[in-house]
């Protein structure tokens, strides 16, 4: 019995935090996504050749560093707290997907590329009509002989106006749901950066006429993936609410009125003791989904749902509350309160709002 | 990371398991399949069993006549009984082995061991607390039952309130004022009071779901011997906080056991009227799903901390706001799925309950709304859900207290509230 990460995984949450803390910090942040690329490209490259990041879970055969699923989620909750815009989520959710359902040939392809952050690959599953990007899909597969070619559109890609390969989500002639692979520079694919509600992190649409594409491998259903991307996001989640609380603790200490810092108000106090319980049960609820995952248990059908939509409500709760500690100030485009509800309200979204996640639990539970 | 218990655990895990079987009725369907004799004729019995077989007193050590169990092998007792519905004692226990006794096992005198502890564990000596008094509930601190010593013997006079299971008592511990000229914390002392004497009378408190199961206690010149003080004259406060410590206990994975064991009686509710489809039940059902497994994860947390040498501390203020407001919650929903069926109750009584009804309790309308009205007990008993945010804000987030209106000896705040 040792529910917590190790020492090990500890020092690299340490590591990681101290070099997003130093090297992108939200003004940074905000500066690199007014670029056309949404993200560095130097900072990118030292996360990925200095740090090591995106191959921390990849094989040691496709030169990753041969981790579990826990040392990712670590950094994913460190990305989650610092906002930055950097593709970490993309490409590691992209890599999770070539190693589950990809075939031996696009394992050796893709994943050598990825774990040196050479290759930006990105998930292109979500559809408006469907959120998880896992059923009801309108993309279709067409084959003629040994070519496929995609149509259809998807949403919410994120880096998907810029990234080398797309991992797409489609109905083939005999029905199955499969992931395809389209290299970003594909004849008929049309990408369009969003105007995003998260200021963090391009997202994208992509649209496919009849754009040459090739199975991934012939592993059918998405589910299982997205139950993996779920458990990985509430991590996420649980850093970016850890930052709202902390954000919202250090000014109610800082910060006088009726000369009292507004902390010792326990109308504030009480919020600020809310928010944390609510992170506490999220971050819980996160570790086991995450540890699920790395052991391939088959409680992960039930926990990855339920650890979303625990993550997203506190983060959600904190995000709107940090806010309002801040008062006005919060409520200025200067003030970084913001960046984190739109983040908030963006993961909440992604995959299924809360709701979603537990008619999905339901279905899962048998009710 | 891995949630595996250790391998002696689960081997002790078997025997706690093989000794269940073996005592346990064979149609034993858990205390709330009885009636409210057949369940105290039972606890009486059971709990014989148990201080043969040294299942009693698990955190106590041997040399005192306890089991001497690791704490990992306590919560294992406490997970097996806790999924088979059997008494881990009657409702004395509580009071007399877990807060009592470990406080008397790490601050009592030696005298005060060798004579209480054996005593408690034999059952002669039935135990209650003394804790809250009418003026001072949040703020325990602001006690005025007093105590003065005259020749050997303290004089005690004053009122204490919500003294659970004080009916069933015959000696109770008593927080006391015995120095009102110091600040409020400082002139607390903690003594053991026989309750079998003219000067202390029990009054049952009767609650708002209908049963008597916490009492008053008043105090007319009641009398103890000198040296029954744990912990030192005037540190009273020092002894009551070790004692919240104990009062914690081992319950960081039976709380989520229990509550499961809710979440399958609500889901059989629903399923019997048809509801499981309605998707906005769906929905809630799936959320009190997940409360409880956040309990489970947490627990493991806590388990983790626990084993690795930390005492549970105020992060237990956490545990106590998620299932004290869950509880609200989901009995609400319980009385949403009844709808008009919950205004005329049908089916037994449950006897009353403090957190949730007893494992076996039938899956009928009064015991829904029973367990529902208790519910508003929980976010103020122990510490109300105010109280353990300020914990919170405080001890784990480090905000500043309010300024402080209380400071001072002791009698002139007295002055100004009486």
């Keep these: 019995m040792d529910f917590s990460y190790s020492a090990d995984q500890e020092e690299l949450r340490d590591s990681v935090r101290r070099f997003l803390t130093d090297k992108s910090p939200l003004a940074k942040v905000r500066a690199d996504i007014a670029t056309e690329l949404g993200y560095d490209q130097a900072l990118w490259q030292q996360m990925s050749s200095q740090l090591g990041l995106p191959g921390l879970h990849l094989p040691e055969e496709h030169d990753g560093s041969g981790t579990g699923l826990l040392e990712p989620a670590v950094v994913l909750e460190e990305v989650g707290r610092s906002l930055t815009s950097t593709p970490y989520a993309a490409v590691l959710f992209a890599s999770l997907a070539v190693l589950h359902l990809g075939s031996k040939e696009w394992q050796a392809e893709l994943l050598p590329g990825l774990a040196s952050g050479e290759t930006i690959a990105t998930l292109a599953t979500i559809e408006v009509a469907s959120p998880t990007g896992a059923s009801a899909l309108a993309t279709t597969a067409q084959s003629r002989g040994d070519q496929v070619t995609l149509t259809g559109a998807k949403t919410l890609v994120e880096h998907g106006h810029s990234a080398d390969v797309l991992l797409v989500s489609a109905v083939g002639d005999g029905g199955a749901t499969r992931l395809y692979v389209v290299q970003g520079d594909a004849p008929g694919l049309t990408r369009t950066r969003l105007d995003a509600l998260d200021l963090t992190r391009p997202l994208a649409e992509v649209r496919l006429d009849a754009v040459p594409a090739v199975l991934l491998g012939d592993v059918d259903g998405l589910d299982g993936l997205v139950d993996v991307v779920c458990a990985l996001l509430a991590s996420e989640m649980v850093g970016g609410t850890a930052a709202c609380l902390e954000m919202a603790t250090a000014y109610a200490k800082d910060r006088f009125q009726f000369n009292r810092p507004i902390g010792s108000f326990q109308a504030v106090k009480h919020r600020l003791a809310e928010m944390l319980v609510a992170l506490d049960g999220a971050r819980a609820a996160a570790q086991y989904a995450v540890l699920a995952a790395d052991t391939g248990s088959p409680e992960l059908a039930t926990v990855a749902p339920l650890a979303k939509a625990e993550a997203s409500e506190a983060y959600t709760f904190a995000a709107g509350w940090n806010i309002q500690v801040h008062g006005g100030v919060g409520f200025t485009w200067e003030q970084d309160a913001h960046l984190y509800f739109r983040r908030a309200w963006t993961d909440s979204a992604l995959y299924g709002v809360p709701a979603a996640q537990r008619a999905r639990l339901a279905d899962r539970l048998g009710l | ?418």
Aim: proline share 5%; aromatic share 8%.
């Design chain 2, 1 to 418: 990371m891995d949630i595996d218990y250790p391998p002696e655990a689960e081997q002790y895990r078997a025997r706690v398991k093989a000794f269940l079987g073996e005592h346990l009725p064979a149609d034993w369907a858990g205390m709330g399949a009885l009636d409210e004799h057949e369940r105290e004729r039972f606890r009486l019995e059971w709990r014989a069993i148990l201080a043969e077989n040294q299942m009693l007193a698990v955190s106590w050590p041997k040399e005192y006549g306890g089991a001497g169990l690791t704490l990992v092998e306590q919560v294992v007792l406490a997970e097996e009984f806790a999924k088979a519905g059997a008494p881990v004692g009657s409702e004395n226990d509580t009071f007399g082995i877990s807060m009592l006794g470990n406080t008397l096992i790490h601050l009592g005198t030696e005298e005060q061991k060798q004579h209480y502890l054996p005593r408690i564990l034999s059952g002669e000596q039935r135990w209650c607390q003394g804790y809250s008094e009418p003026d001072a509930g949040s703020d325990l601190a602001g006690l005025r039952t007093s105590a003065v010593l005259d020749g050997d013997e303290w004089v005690i006079n004053g009122q204490k309130t919500w003294t659970s299971a004080g009916h069933l008592a015959d000696h109770i511990f008593v927080l006391t004022r015995t120095d009102a000229d110091a600040p409020k914390h400082k002139g607390i002392t903690f003594l053991l009071v026989p309750m079998d004497q003219p000067g202390v009378e029990v009054r049952p408190i009767r609650n708002m779901a209908g049963y008597a199961l916490f009492n008053e206690v008043f105090f007319t010149d009641a009398r103890t011997a000198a040296k029954e003080v744990v912990g030192g004259v005037n540190d009273g406060w020092r002894t009551a906080m070790a004692l919240l410590g104990f009062e914690r206990g081992v319950s960081a994975t039976t709380d989520a056991i229990r509550f499961r064991a809710e979440v399958d009686r609500l889901v059989a509710l629903a399923r019997e009227r048809g509801l499981t489809g309605d998707p906005r039940i769906r929905e809630r059902l799936a959320w009190c799903h997940s409360r409880v497994e956040v309990m489970r994860f947490r627990g493991y947390q806590a388990l983790t901390r626990s084993l690795a040498g930390s005492r549970p501390g105020p992060e237990a203020a956490i545990s106590k706001i998620i299932w004290s407001e869950y509880a609200q919650v989901y009995t609400e929903l319980a009385m949403e799925i009844l709808g008009p069926e919950a205004l005329a109750m049908t089916g037994q009584r449950t006897g009353g309950l403090l957190q949730m009804p007893e494992h076996g309790t039938e899956n009928t309308a009064r015991s829904w709304v029973e367990t529902f009205m208790s519910a508003r007990a929980g976010t103020i008993y122990a510490g109300s859900s105010q109280v353990q945010r300020n914990i919170i804000g405080e001890q784990l987030l480090g905000l500043p207290k309010e300024p402080r209106a209380d400071a001072g000896p002791f009698r002139e705040l007295s002055r100004g509230r009486a």
